[in-house]
């Protein structure tokens, strides 16, 4: 008995087999003329969803359909599944496996009729509102409200839907799809969808083989978050890239494109700019006819004529290139920026921008203009926070205030170093030297080789091998051979030392500069000469003072005491002060010497003459009397406490005598002129600086 219940259940088996290829063959060769049928499904209620809910669609899974014939073919259906075993077995198997491989299947419909269509013989496959027709063809099924299948081509009608290998889903109104080539029409409120993106269009074409869609009248791309839409367009499913061409737009929070041709890499997130681009950021947009923007590792990279605005800003460079990782942006090839605003201008071979660090490197043949000032240099860096420049190379700084030259400019650290044939100048001060090193941070650097600093507003000049300069007082101190040259009333007075120091007086707020020698001073003019230990200057009172057994000569007479002062007015010589043990020697021969002694004397010039002079305190003088023919005919020799001495063609004209005044005139013969010497009387001439030669040695 069992063997005959699994005999019997194989016949059940093989009859219901025999049955699944008549409907086939029905399907194909439509073997029963006037047939009509119907299949029925448990999915009947699974009706197609609402467009806006056909994203998330799936399709359903495949399920045994039941068949429903009448009773009159009942008692035909062995007969039938007999005969049409050996009608199937007749079919070549060769001509069967590749149509098999290809065809479409009616998988499901509520009803099927046969019709002619401009001559062909065409299936019409029609569904109801609870139950769409489907359609299957390897891993593709295809939904819709009715259908015309044209041996292995399908025209679909009614919220038609493809589903392939449950990755790719299309949506629309009707679809044109050839089973043998794979390729669709899509035609009305088009939706292509694969995991993560949506693209929406009124017609598209797609390859279901290659996974190809493409367009010719517009479409809309979106992955959630960024909106594309383009004219034309080509989507490559596999490889996971997309073309766009004509008025495309990126819509996305954080950028705006607009842009004629753009590819996009979904697989790595990589958009290309294939043709004029204007991509609009929060601070600014970009233009450019060539690059491409990677979103996965935030670099971006524009090729053609890229130019970057915003508000007043502008940059442009053969290339422009940023990384958001390390937050830089590089501008390469004359590359160039531009701020109308602010009056800024820089160019370079190459910039690049540190944003985190908020600096700014400007590379070969770098310029920057800013309202004020213009740097040339090899290199150039600018730190804004600092609001610092530091250079590299040959480097021209002009500014309203401020000029550096020099054949080599780097920075180490905080110092930054000049070489060769060194200029700068800043104010009123300007340096040469072979080298100088500065510190940006203290403000302070030094200067060595050939130095020469130039004070326009105190007009002096400083030379000497070495020196160290401050900004924040102006000071300066030179040493190696160091001497100072100035006008004095038209005339340049050179003074040489040790060591000068000269400095801004920061005590009061007039700034005066101050300037200091010490050890072995020597000056030179036309008008005077002078040899002391230590000399002070101030352009507050414009006043010399030499101290430490102090020597000044001007033209025939000698002048030393304790300390003087020599002050200018109008930059000229205006009065000589000589402050305790004063003596004034004049010799215009060096034969006869006129002597004035006194505790104090004062001594007044105009017009670069001495024409006045004040004694106080113990006031002696021996002077030589000449007549008309300048033939000397006696000495005047007196003590007083004061007297007042007038001078002409600096020769004395006129002595007054104050107080207790004990005179008298000796015969020039019988004087032993010698002998007539004051108290102190010492002549220096043979010290004293003939040329501003002997102050440079």
Request: include cysteine; proline fraction near 2%.
């Amino acid at each position: 008995m069992r063997l005959i219940h699994l005999c019997l259940h194989a016949l059940q088996t093989t009859y219901r087999f025999m049955w699944a290829m008549l409907l086939c063959y029905a399907q194909q060769h439509r073997a029963v003329p006037g047939f009509r049928y119907s299949l029925i499904t448990p999915f009947s209620r699974e009706r197609s969803i609402p467009p806006e809910n056909r994203g998330s669609l799936r399709a359903p899974s495949h399920r045994l359909s039941k068949i429903r014939i009448s009773n009159a073919w009942h008692f035909a259906y062995p007969l039938i599944c007999t005969c049409l075993l050996f009608l199937v077995a007749a079919q070549p198997a060769a001509a069967q496996k590749p149509q098999e491989q290809n065809r479409i299947f009616i998988e499901e419909a509520d009803r099927l009729d046969f019709s002619t269509i401009q001559g062909k013989q065409v299936k019409v496959v029609v569904g109801t509102e609870d139950l769409q027709a489907r359609f299957v063809q390897d891993d593709i099924i295809l939904w819709c409200d009715s259908a015309v299948l044209d041996a292995n081509k399908v025209r679909a009608y009614g919220e038609v839907q493809i589903n392939q290998n449950d990755s790719i889903t299309v949506f629309a109104d009707q679809i044109k799809y050839n089973g043998d080539s794979k390729k669709a029409n899509l035609i009305g409120d088009v939706i292509l969808s694969d995991p993560g993106n949506q693209l929406f269009s009124e017609a598209v074409s797609y390859d279901l083989e290659h996974k190809v869609a493409f367009y010719t009248t517009g479409a809309t791309l979106t992955d959630g978050k960024t909106q594309l839409t383009s004219k034309r367009g080509y989507y490559y499913s596999e490889q996971e890239r997309a073309l766009f061409k004509g008025d495309v737009v990126v819509i996305n929070p954080d950028f705006t494109i607009q842009s004629d041709t753009l590819r996009y890499d979904v697989a790595n997130d990589v958009t290309y700019f294939d043709g004029p681009t204007t991509i609009v950021i929060k601070d600014g947009q970009i233009y450019t006819e060539d690059g491409y923007y990677n979103a996965a590792t935030g670099y971006a990279e524009f090729t053609k004529n890229p130019v970057y605005n915003s508000g007043t800003r502008s940059a442009a460079a053969d290339i422009i290139r940023y990384d958001s990782k390390d937050r830089k942006t590089y501008l390469e090839g004359n590359a160039r920026v531009t701020d109308t605003e602010k009056k800024q201008y820089a160019s370079a071979q190459s910039i690049i921008y540190d944003e985190q660090n908020d600096i700014t490197y400007f590379n070969g043949d770098a310029y920057v203009k800013n309202e004020g000032e213009e740097y040339r240099a090899d290199a150039i860096e600018y730190n804004r926070k600092e609001d610092r420049y530091t250079t590299t190379g040959r480097t021209t700084v002009r500014g309203e205030n401020r000029a550096i030259d020099a054949d080599k400019s780097y920075v180490i650290g905080d110092i930054n170093y000049l070489e060769g044939n060194v200029f700068i100048q800043e104010n009123e001060i300007t340096i040469q030297a072979d080298t100088v090193r500065f510190n940006q941070v203290l403000k302070s650097g030094e200067a060595r080789g050939n130095v020469i600093m130039i004070d326009t507003l105190s007009n002096f000049t400083l030379h000497s091998q070495a020196a160290n300069y401050n900004d924040n007082n102006g000071s300066i101190l030179t040493w190696g051979n160091p001497y100072l040259t100035t006008l004095v009333d038209e005339d340049s007075l050179y003074i040489s030392a040790d060591t000068l120091w000269t400095f801004i007086d920061t005590l009061r707020q007039d700034s005066a500069r101050i300037l200091i020698a010490d050890n072995k001073v020597k000056t030179f003019s036309a008008q005077y000469q002078t040899l002391c230990d230590s000399l002070s200057y101030s352009s507050r009172d414009s006043i010399f003072k030499l101290f430490d057994q102090p020597i000044v000569w001007s033209d025939t007479s000698q002048f030393t005491a304790d300390t003087i002062f020599m002050r200018l007015e109008d930059n000229a010589l205006k009065q000589f002060l000589l402050k305790q043990n004063a003596m004034i020697i004049n010799s215009p021969d060096e034969r006869l010497y006129n002597q004035i002694q006194g505790t104090d004397i004062t001594a007044d010039f105009k017009d670069e003459e001495l024409r006045r002079m004040t004694v106080i305190g113990n006031a002696q003088s021996i002077y030589y009397i000449q007549d008309e023919r300048d033939r000397y005919i006696g000495v005047n020799k007196a003590k007083c406490s004061e007297m007042i001495i007038a001078f002409g063609n600096n020769q004395v004209t006129k002595i007054r005598f104050l107080r207790q005044a004990d005179a008298s005139i000796l015969p020039m013969k019988q004087t032993n002129h010698s002998s007539l010497r004051l108290q102190g009387f010492d002549w220096k001439e043979s010290t004293r600086p003939k040329s501003k030669f002997d102050i440079l040695k």
